[in-house]
């Protein structure tokens, strides 16, 4: 008992005597030296992924066009297409991307909106097909005929014609849109049964080519529509026949107008009109063969055309265009400034080594004889009369014999670059010759928006001597009058000549 009171009595105490120490403000002394660091702790778990921010940007639904704001045109901005894959299993199916100018997947293209051409190339040696040089046939095909033209316009010189035309929704084509901004179409069109309006033969070995274009309704439809993409392949996989067909670089078209905007706006690039224009399209109003370099050197050549026949092509639709007004900026006679072998266009200097009656006849149309249209295609047997070239004694050539004599390799008659460099008067001739005028723009005042631009100009001749444009001989006896065009830019606008009347 003594005991445990001992140490009950010892605790107390010592707990007093503790809380009074606790009371005490004595000095506490130093901190002491801080210990070193301790380790790193284990890495802890790594936390759950954050959800992710809102896309600010609202996704533009482009539908058939009609409903876009003008705000959402410009947001958009000219579309960018790609084919990525062509399938033929009857009909083809089409792969293909589309994005809007940012790089955005361009989504919601309404079927039937976009549409395509399918076409092969023929690697021809028939010397009355074409002058035996190669060329594009469409698989998609329609006629043209007098009742067409019930509406009164056209002329109606052939009963009957066929013309490369599209696959679309008017054909039976639809496309499904298999991802944002991947699409997947499928022709309308068998183009391994094709037989109406005409037979096409389906020959899978050969190298063919699918292109499209984006027709939307309103506003749009300009401004978005892209570049036509193209897409070659050899159906079979095998190699193709080994023949190429690309003379002209739709960059070479841009130089002078900016931005192909043809057949209401939405086809632009040139490997891809030549899908259309080739061989088989004939103009049912004129009789007129809608081939490319047919067409291209008939238009170009417009208020000089020889023998002044007019251009005049109706179309489909019947509406008259008429390119006898069209001005070109220099001698005809310059090939090269269209047709140059590049990258893009390898066989751009084709115009130098191989000719045909029609094409050379788009410039020199009153030497192009046609004749023997065929009752259905309309399609003509042509011949060049030499008699206009002052060399009466060749008589009309048939087509496929050009290459005979003017082949580059062989000059009988001489090729392109030689007979056009040697026209008497003609501006090439002049300069090759060291007599030709030279001119210079020394400068140009009155330029702002809205003014009328004064533009000083310096004629001199090769040497640099000036000439007296208003007083010297040399400009008293030229009997026709000409007019001096100019290339002014303003901002971002260049005037480079006088366009035709789409």
């Not at 579309?79 to 361009?106: E, M, R």
């Not at 007098?146 to 696959?167: E, F, I, K, W, Y």
Request: net charge negative; with cysteine.
């Amino acid at each position: 008992m003594r005991f445990n009171g001992f140490l009950k009595i010892s605790w107390v105490l010592i707990a007093w005597l503790a809380l009074g120490l606790a009371g005490c403000e004595g000095d506490d002394g130093s901190d002491g030296a801080t210990g070193p660091a301790g380790q790193d702790g284990a890495d802890g778990a790594d936390g759950a992924d954050g959800a992710d921010g809102q896309d600010l940007t609202a996704v533009i639904t482009i539908g058939d066009g009609s409903a876009l704001t003008e705000e959402e045109i410009e947001e958009l901005g000219k579309l960018q297409a790609v084919i990525t894959g062509v399938t033929v299993a009857s009909p083809p199916v089409v792969d293909f991307t589309v994005t809007d100018a940012n790089g955005n997947p361009a989504q919601g293209i309404a079927s039937g909106y976009v549409w395509f051409t399918f076409a092969k190339l023929v690697p021809n040696t028939d010397p009355d097909v074409n002058g035996g040089l190669p060329y594009w046939q469409s698989y998609v095909n329609r006629s043209e005929d007098v009742a067409d033209n019930a509406n009164g316009r056209g002329s109606d010189v052939l009963d009957l014609a066929v013309q490369a035309t599209t696959d679309s929704r008017f054909s039976g084509g639809s496309h499904v849109e298999v991802a944002p901004g991947q699409y997947q179409y499928t022709f309308g069109t068998d183009v391994a049964n094709v037989t109406s309006p005409i037979a096409v033969a389906w020959e899978p070995n050969l190298t063919h080519r699918v292109g499209l274009e984006i027709r939307l309704d309103g506003e749009g439809e300009v401004p978005l529509a892209p570049d036509n993409p193209v897409f070659d392949f050899v159906p079979d996989g095998g190699a193709g026949s080994g023949i190429t067909k690309d003379i002209l670089d739709t960059d070479k078209c841009n130089g002078c107008h900016y931005e192909f905007a043809f057949h209401g706006g939405p086809r632009k690039t040139m490997e891809y009109c030549v899908t259309c224009h080739n061989p088989g399209t004939v103009d049912q109003d004129s009789g007129e063969n809608l081939d490319m370099a047919a067409m291209l050197h008939s238009v170009h050549m417009g208020e000089d055309r020889a023998g002044a026949v007019p251009y005049i092509i109706w179309g489909f639709s019947d509406f008259s265009h008429d390119y006898s007004e069209v001005t070109y900026p220099q001698s005809k006679t310059y090939c090269e400034t269209c047709h140059t072998a590049s990258a893009a266009a390898p066989d751009g200097d084709n115009w130098n080594a191989a000719a045909t009656a029609k094409t050379c006849g788009g410039c020199h149309a009153d030497g192009l004889l046609a004749a023997n249209f065929d009752a259905v295609t309309g399609q003509a047997e042509y011949q060049f009369d030499h008699a206009v070239s002052d060399v009466p004694a060749l008589g009309p050539a048939d087509d496929g014999l050009c290459n005979d004599c003017h082949l580059g390799n062989i000059n009988t008659a001489g090729d392109a670059l030689s007979i056009h460099s040697s026209i008497a008067g003609d501006d090439r001739a002049r300069a090759e010759a060291g007599d030709n005028f030279v001119f210079s723009i020394l400068g140009a005042t009155n330029v702002g928006p809205g003014l009328i631009p004064t533009v000083r100009i310096l004629v001199t001749d090769p040497d640099g001597v000036a000439y007296d444009i208003l007083n010297d001989p040399e400009f008293d006896s030229v009997v026709v009058t000409r007019t001096v065009w100019f290339s002014v830019r303003v901002r971002t606008t260049t005037c480079r000549y006088r366009p035709s009347r789409l």
